[in-house]
């Protein structure tokens, strides 16, 4: 539930030449035998200095958490004086339940509840939002709801929030790319001479021009796997000197600058460390906790959201073949289903893919299904084809991931002009690649041609 709440003239605390500086709680009632009721606070409010008609921004408080779930269970609002030593004085408090803030928002002032401290009205509190995400015609679902025999109206069954009002209430997409650099990958590395982008940099751009928008920072990780240096084969190694780039034109640069830096292709193709790392990074990044028992040097040292933020990630695998062990790929999957992230696999090139579409399935019981293959050569002819395909299943994937952890989304944001950023035409190189007797590749660099479009 979002609530938004205005007070009215409330009863100050401060003496005559200061006024109060009012915040609300939250608070729901538990019943504990032996024990009796108590009232837990599961919110509290930002302060409002010097105003006995404070309007509170908006609050975001799960429904499981406020009222296990039923909307007319008693639930408590208390409104204090805010003091610096933590010994904050109260003002008032009401009890109500969230189907009668949901009614009072609707009769606006006329509907305010009143406050009340030993016996005496101490001001009066308007419910400017009382929204339940995805619950339409919420008049029309009131008035047809139930009444039992005792009179006790049944609770309104709250939908689920959606992908847009996720994103409209500032939730960032985080984008990772992890590129294949195996040796069966050939000539598909090439770089024409006329500067036209090989299949690599074609689902980059397509895929991560649309990504970027949501990201404020657009700083994204590369990673690479499948290449030997120094006589070692790196299954995640990052792409490039820095380990995050500067929007699709850096993970662009960073892709180009592994051919400068003498690798080998090899193999095998194996994606459980980049997905276990990508992973490890969006539970960071939205700050919940993620310890794969296959990994345990990545375990998030951070155990609590952070308040207020909300960040979903997508990791983007761009691949020539078919992975080397299904049964540990779909591990990794199982395992990464538990952070906020999703998962897209791109193949490139004629090989058979086939033995890729245990992807689309791999999903542990209890799981999210996160990972989603899709074949480059049959949306090769349209950038807008290959992104609708790509991103067909993120919106559903992302607020599944929310609403398990009963996270709502927040207050709707709006951009400056001034966070609009046009980024500046990136170079592109072409490479020359030495096929050896062991079916491995040494990359080298070439000259530098200016960059077309797809």
């Not at 009205?121 to 929204?131: C, F, N, P, R, T």
């Not at 004629?350 to 989603?372: H, V």
Request: aromatic share 8%; charged share 25%.
């Amino acid at each position: 539930m979002r609530l938004k709440l205005k007070g009215i003239k409330l009863k100050n605390t401060e003496g005559f030449l200061r006024k109060s500086d009012p915040f609300f709680e939250l608070k729901t009632r538990e019943d504990s035998d032996g024990v009796g009721t108590s009232w837990d606070s599961v919110l509290r409010s930002k302060t409002v200095k010097d105003n006995l008609n404070p309007i509170w921004s908006d609050a975001v408080v799960s429904l499981g958490t406020l009222c296990h779930g039923n909307m007319d269970r008693p639930i408590k609002i208390c409104v204090y004086d805010y003091e610096s030593s933590g010994e904050h004085v109260l003002m008032g408090e009401l009890e109500t339940t969230v189907n009668n803030l949901v009614i009072a928002k609707e009769q606006e002032e006329d509907g305010a509840l009143s406050l009340r401290k030993k016996g005496s009205e101490s001001g009066k509190i308007v419910v400017l939002k009382a929204d339940i995400y995805g619950v339409e015609n919420l008049s029309d679902d009131m008035a047809a709801a139930s009444v039992s025999d005792d009179g006790v109206r049944s609770s309104i069954k709250a939908k689920t929030p959606t992908f847009i009002e996720y994103i409209s209430g500032g939730c960032e997409l985080n984008l990772c790319v992890a590129i294949d650099f195996t040796g069966s990958n050939g000539t598909l590395h090439f770089r024409h001479a006329d500067g036209s982008k090989n299949d690599y940099e074609k689902a980059i751009s397509a895929i991560g021009s649309i990504l970027e928008k949501y990201d404020s920072n657009k700083k994204f990780p590369v990673y690479g796997f499948g290449a030997k240096f120094a006589g070692v084969v790196r299954h995640c190694f990052q792409c490039g000197p820095i380990q995050e780039v500067d929007g699709v034109g850096g993970v662009l640069s960073a892709y180009q600058e592994v051919f400068r830096s003498g690798l080998i292709m090899s193999g095998p193709t194996v994606f459980t460390e980049v997905i276990l790392t990508s992973a490890k990074k969006a539970a960071d990044a939205q700050c919940t906790h993620f310890n794969p028992p296959c990994l345990p040097h990545l375990s998030s040292k951070v155990t609590a959201e952070k308040e207020g933020k909300q960040a979903y990630s997508i990791l983007l695998i761009i691949t020539d073949g078919s992975v080397s062990d299904a049964n540990a790929t779909a591990e990794a999957l199982a395992a990464a289903s538990e952070s906020p992230l999703s998962i897209v696999i791109v193949g490139v090139g004629d090989a058979d893919f086939t033995s890729m579409e245990f992807l689309d399935e791999a999903k542990s019981e209890g799981g999210r299904d996160i990972a989603q293959f899709v074949e480059f050569n049959a949306h090769s002819h349209s950038s807008q084809s290959l992104t609708s395909t790509t991103l067909q299943e993120i919106p559903n994937q992302l607020v599944e991931f929310f609403t398990s952890h009963d996270q709502f989304p927040n207050a709707t944001v709006h951009a400056d002009e001034d966070e609009i950023v046009v980024e500046a035409e990136e170079e592109e190189i072409d490479l020359s690649l030495d096929f050896g007797d062991d079916a491995e590749i040494t990359v080298s660099g070439g000259e530098l041609f200016s960059r077309n479009v797809f």
